[in-house]
C-alpha cells in the first residue's frame, strides 16, 4: 500500500466550477500536512500546509482529518491558471517529505 | 533574493557512466533534501543534509551518495547509471530540517540511454 494515494485523475472541469482533491495516508504518526501544486514540466511549490482547524486561502480550502487520514483541498471558482496537477504531502516523523502521485486538473474554458 | 538553483539543467549519459549533479540553497538556509521524480509519479526522497550531515535516507541503493559542502550547496553522485535512472531530480532547501518549508529548485533531468 502507498503511503500516500490519490486519484490521479485528469478532473476536467469548467472555469468557475468548484472541484475537490482527496487523498488518504497510511502512517497515523504522520505530523505535518501540505498540498503543493506542480505544472508540467516545472519544480513542485508550496500551494498551502494543511490544519486539523481546517483552513483557507483566498479560493483554496484545505482539510486534515486524522480519525479518518484523509486530506482535502477543495478549489472555488477555477480558473484557468489553476491547470496543474496537485501533489499531497506528508511527513512521517521528521523524515523527509513523502508525496502522493499527484491529481492533475484541467480548467477548461 | 535568488531561489535554488540547480546545474546543469539537462543531462544525457549512457548507461554505467557516472553523473554529479549540484544544488545551491537559498541563502541562509541550512538543509538541502534530494528528490526523484520519474515521469508520473510524485517526487520520491533520497537524501537529505543538514549543517553538512546526512540526517535522512530514502530507499536508494548504494549507486546514490551525496555530500554537502560548507556553503551549504550540495552534490548527488550517481553511479553505474541504469535505464531506471532516467528522471527529473530535484533538490529543496529549507532552514532546518523537516517539517521546515521546504522550496524546491527546478531540477535537472537526466536520461540515460
Known amino acids: 500500500r502507498k503511503e500516500v494515494e490519490q486519484d490521479p485523475g485528469p478532473f476536467n472541469v469548467p472555469e468557475g466550477a468548484t472541484v475537490a482533491f482527496n487523498c488518504t495516508y497510511s502512517?497515523?504518526?504522520?505530523?505535518?500536512f501540505f498540498w503543493y501544486r506542480q505544472d508540467c514540466r516545472k519544480e513542485p511549490k508550496l500551494l498551502m500546509s494543511?490544519?486539523?482547524s481546517g483552513n483557507e486561502d483566498g479560493r483554496f480550502t484545505a482539510q486534515l482529518n486524522r480519525a479518518s487520514q484523509y486530506i482535502s483541498l477543495l478549489i472555488r471558482d477555477s480558473k484557468l491558471s489553476d491547470s496543474a496537477t496537485y501533489l499531497c504531502?506528508?511527513?512521517?516523523?521528521?523524515?523527509?517529505?513523502?508525496f502522493g502521485s499527484g491529481t492533475r486538473l484541467q480548467v477548461q474554458p | 533574493d535568488a531561489g535554488v538553483t540547480q546545474s546543469p539543467t539537462h543531462l544525457i549519459k549512457t548507461r554505467g557512466q557516472h553523473v554529479t549533479l549540484r544544488c545551491s540553497p537559498i541563502?541562509?538556509?541550512?538543509?538541502v533534501s534530494w528528490y526523484q521524480q520519474v515521469l508520473g509519479q510524485g517526487p520520491q526522497f533520497i537524501f537529505q543534509?543538514?549543517?553538512?550531515?546526512?540526517?535522512g535516507r530514502g530507499n536508494f541503493p548504494d549507486r546514490f551518495s551525496a555530500r554537502q559542502f560548507p556553503n551549504y550547496s550540495s552534490e548527488l553522485n550517481v553511479n553505474a547509471l541504469l535505464l531506471g535512472d532516467s528522471a527529473l531530480y530535484l533538490c529543496?532547501?529549507?532552514?532546518?530540517?523537516?517539517?521546515?518549508?521546504?522550496?524546491f529548485g527546478p531540477g535537472t533531468r537526466l536520461t540515460v540511454l
Open positions: 504531502v506528508v511527513t512521517p516523523g521528521r523524515r523527509a517529505l513523502t
Open positions: 529543496a532547501s529549507s532552514y532546518m530540517t523537516v517539517p521546515d518549508t521546504q522550496y
Open positions: 541563502s541562509g538556509h541550512k538543509s
Open positions: 543534509y543538514y549543517e553538512k550531515e546526512e540526517r
Open positions: 502512517n497515523s504518526a504522520s505530523q505535518s
Open positions: 494543511v490544519y486539523s
